[in-house]
């Protein structure tokens, strides 16, 4: 199939004397490079943290408590398991 692609002036030059220096015709590079690309494993892109995604949102709230562990009824049963919370 025929198509037409833009593409930089200066990536041509390169890739049409990457061409000349392997004796392989421009179009034969450009058709390897794209099976490369739809061939290989898409690289796995790193997830963001909660953290991260929550950044924008970090005190929005005010319980009007600063911290909420120096409120017993708040740390009541804490590490007792189930059966110590109520």
Do not use: C, Y
């Not at 390169?14 to 290989?40: C, F, N, P, T, Y």
């Not at 909420?68 to 110590?84: D, Y």
């Amino acid at each position: 199939m025929r198509t037409t692609v833009d593409i930089p002036d200066d990536l041509f030059r390169q890739v049409k004397a990457e061409a000349a220096l392997r004796g392989r015709k421009l179009k034969d590079l450009v058709v390897e490079g794209l099976r490369r690309v739809v061939e290989s494993p898409e690289p796995r892109r790193a997830r963001p943290s909660l953290s991260k995604l929550m950044a924008r949102s970090r005190g929005i709230v005010d319980s009007g408590i600063a911290d909420l562990a120096t409120n017993p009824k708040h740390m009541e049963g804490f590490g007792r398991g189930a059966q110590g919370h109520r």
